[in-house]
């Protein structure tokens, strides 16, 4: 585990060098199509116009917000799914009545999740954050729980009882048992439900805001600024990117290595 | 006192995989009293920790009944400690909250429970390894923490079902010497399952033999302590009990 902390630290740079080479020849290649077939900017931008989008952007403080009230949306709705799916997964996973109410519904409106929600949640919830929040919610809440029942599931039988002949008491034993040991699925359901989540998001910014990285894409396409809406692109994949590789990446890996049931290799 | 009465127990399994009942234990009736030590011992199959597990509380007896000091036992409860074949420790617990689980779940505050751990540690050697994870610890180490996670909360009995089968054989010796050390200074009450013969009679007062769910003999062991492997393997009246009881194992 010490080596290979350490050699992370060594391999950071060069992986992060080696991912980013193929961007950057295709920046490159981009720019060279646009001036060789001098391609007009209501088809496609070019490089430095992208840039200055950027820059306009953040001057005027219009990408901030924009990218602001997506995340803030991501994390309201994910917050919200897990604070139901954890409860819901423990309760499958140790009730088996509960499991075997709960699971073909799930396994039924878990094909619903995400975008086709948007009607109904813009009739419930108007257009705005709250309508965005159920469709992040939505694509969360199913993942997590499936692999809350799933991370109970694979809790071995006599943790459970080892905890019961301790003295621990049914609340105890979630808590100090069922909890600890689902926590890894946990955390790689959070992971796979926000990738999710995050792409239903940019689709209903599309539809039900005024606000927000893909109402930013929309609107742009409304002027024909094409170096809006490849801004937006870029940081639609950006953002997650970093989400990911960054923040989620790492949690898992960390929560594995700390809660695991097994070691990870 | 505390006597643990085991009467007419019964235990029907349905297998789907078969599609039939299995009878896993077949009118079995027992008593063990305070501070004795008895060991089961019978092949594989038998019906041992189905036993175990139904006076563990874990399973509910198809048809018999169970009592602790005179009252029906109901569920798994603190005052029956178990010992796990596979340790079953809390692989995000150090060995110390290991050890400590059982005080703490009983509302002891934290600093008694850590220092009534950490001397039950020291009691078996493990004082050094206190803040460590289990999955850094050899397998006959983990299972000294298991043993000692269950003797901290003070049961008045200890089950264990086949503690030492997982590790090699000079371990064992060691464990079941340890056990021994244990059982002879503070005389706990110990339920013992296993199928090697040896370590039922190194160990116990008295061997049942149980064998396709029934009880077929009850072999009393009165060879004196402290018992150590050293003394025993040579001795005469250890061989001849051990040759009882596989004898009785093998025919039953
Ligand atoms: N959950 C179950 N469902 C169906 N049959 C079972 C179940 N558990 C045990 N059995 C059957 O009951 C019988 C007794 O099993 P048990 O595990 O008590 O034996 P054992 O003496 O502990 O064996 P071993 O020495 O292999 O551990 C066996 O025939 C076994 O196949
Ligand atoms: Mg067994």
């Known amino acids: 585990m010490r080596s290979a902390n350490r050699s992370d630290g060594r391999d950071g740079l060069p992986a992060f060098f080696w991912a980013a080479a193929p961007f950057v020849v295709l920046i490159l290649l981009w720019q060279l199509v646009v001036e060789l077939f001098d391609v007009s900017p209501l088809v496609f931008p070019s490089v430095p116009a992208v840039l200055r989008a950027g820059l306009d952007g953040l001057a005027d403080g219009s990408l901030a917000a924009h990218v602001g009230a997506s995340l803030l949306r991501v994390a309201t709705g994910t917050a919200l799914a897990v604070l139901v799916a954890v409860p819901l997964g423990m309760a499958m996973g140790t009730q088996r009545g509960i499991a075997a109410f709960f699971t073909p519904l799930l396994r039924f409106f878990s094909v619903l999740a995400g975008i086709a929600w948007i009607p109904i949640a813009t009739l419930w919830f108007g257009y705005g954050f709250g309508a965005i929040v159920f469709v992040i919610f939505n694509a969360v809440f199913f993942v997590v729980t499936y692999n809350t029942v799933l991370g109970v599931s694979t809790i071995p039988i006599e943790l459970r009882r080892a905890a019961a002949s301790l003295g621990a008491a049914r609340l105890a034993i979630v808590r100090e048992v069922l909890l600890p040991g689902a926590l890894p699925n946990i955390v790689t359901g959070i992971r796979t439900g926000l990738g999710f989540a995050w792409r239903g998001l940019i689709a209903a910014e599309m539809i039900a805001t005024s606000t927000g990285l893909g109402y930013m894409l929309f609107l742009a396409r409304d002027f024909y600024r094409t170096e809006v809406i490849v801004l937006g692109m870029i940081l639609v994949g950006a953002i997650w990117l970093a989400l990911d590789r960054l923040l989620l990446a790492p949690l898992e890996r960390r929560t594995i290595e700390r809660w695991g049931l097994v070691r990870p290799t | 006192m505390k006597e643990l009465v085991?009467?007419?127990?019964?235990?029907?399994?349905?297998?789907?995989?078969?599609?039939?009942?299995?009878?896993?234990?077949?009118?079995?009736?027992?008593?063990?009293?305070?501070?004795?030590?008895?060991?089961?011992?019978?092949?594989?199959?038998?019906?041992?920790?189905?036993?175990?597990?139904?006076?563990?509380?874990?399973?509910?007896?198809?048809?018999?009944?169970?009592?602790?000091?005179?009252?029906?036992?109901?569920?798994?409860?603190?005052?029956?400690?178990?010992?796990?074949?596979?340790?079953?420790?809390?692989?995000?617990?150090?060995?110390?909250?290991?050890?400590?689980?059982?005080?703490?779940?009983?509302?002891?505050?934290?600093?008694?429970?850590?220092?009534?751990?950490?001397?039950?540690?020291?009691?078996?050697?493990?004082?050094?390894?206190?803040?460590?994870?289990?999955?850094?610890?050899?397998?006959?180490?983990?299972?000294?923490?298991?043993?000692?996670?269950?003797?901290?909360?003070?049961?008045?009995?200890?089950?264990?079902?086949?503690?030492?089968?997982?590790?090699?054989?000079?371990?064992?010796?060691?464990?079941?010497?340890?056990?021994?050390?244990?059982?002879?200074?503070?005389?706990?009450?110990?339920?013992?399952?296993?199928?090697?013969?040896?370590?039922?009679?190194?160990?116990?007062?008295?061997?049942?033999?149980?064998?396709?769910?029934?009880?077929?003999?009850?072999?009393?062991?009165?060879?004196?302590?402290?018992?150590?492997?050293?003394?025993?393997?040579?001795?005469?009246?250890?061989?001849?009990?051990?040759?009882?009881v596989l004898q009785a194992v093998r025919t039953a």
């Not at chain 2, 085991?6 to 009878?23: A, C, Q």
């Not at chain 2, 036992?73 to 178990?82: A, E, F, L, S, W």
């Open chain 2, 6 to 244: 085991v009467e007419n127990l019964s235990k029907v399994y349905f297998d789907p995989r078969l599609g039939e009942r299995v009878t896993a234990l077949d009118g079995v009736s027992l008593r063990i009293t305070p501070g004795e030590f008895v060991a089961v011992a019978g092949p594989s199959g038998c019906g041992k920790t189905t036993l175990l597990n139904l006076i563990a509380g874990f399973l509910e007896p198809t048809s018999g009944r169970i009592l602790l000091d005179g009252r029906e036992i109901d569920g798994p409860g603190p005052d029956r400690g178990v010992v796990f074949q596979s340790y079953a420790l809390f692989p995000w617990k150090t060995v110390l909250e290991n050890v400590a689980f059982g005080p703490r779940m009983r509302g002891l505050p934290r600093a008694e429970c850590e220092a009534r751990a950490r001397r039950w540690l020291e009691l078996v050697g493990l004082g050094h390894v206190a803040n460590r994870y289990p999955r850094e610890l050899s397998g006959g180490m983990q299972q000294r923490v298991g043993v000692v996670r269950a003797l901290a909360n003070e049961p008045e009995i200890l089950l264990m079902d086949e503690p030492f089968a997982a590790v090699d054989a000079q371990t064992r010796m060691t464990l079941q010497e340890e056990l021994a050390r244990i059982f002879e200074e503070r005389r706990p009450t110990i339920f013992f399952i296993t199928h090697d013969v040896n370590e039922a009679v190194f160990l116990a007062d008295r061997v049942l033999v149980l064998s396709k769910g029934r009880l077929r003999e009850e072999i009393p062991v009165p060879i004196p302590r402290p018992r150590r492997w050293a003394a025993l393997v040579e001795n005469d009246s250890f061989k001849a009990l051990v040759g009882r």
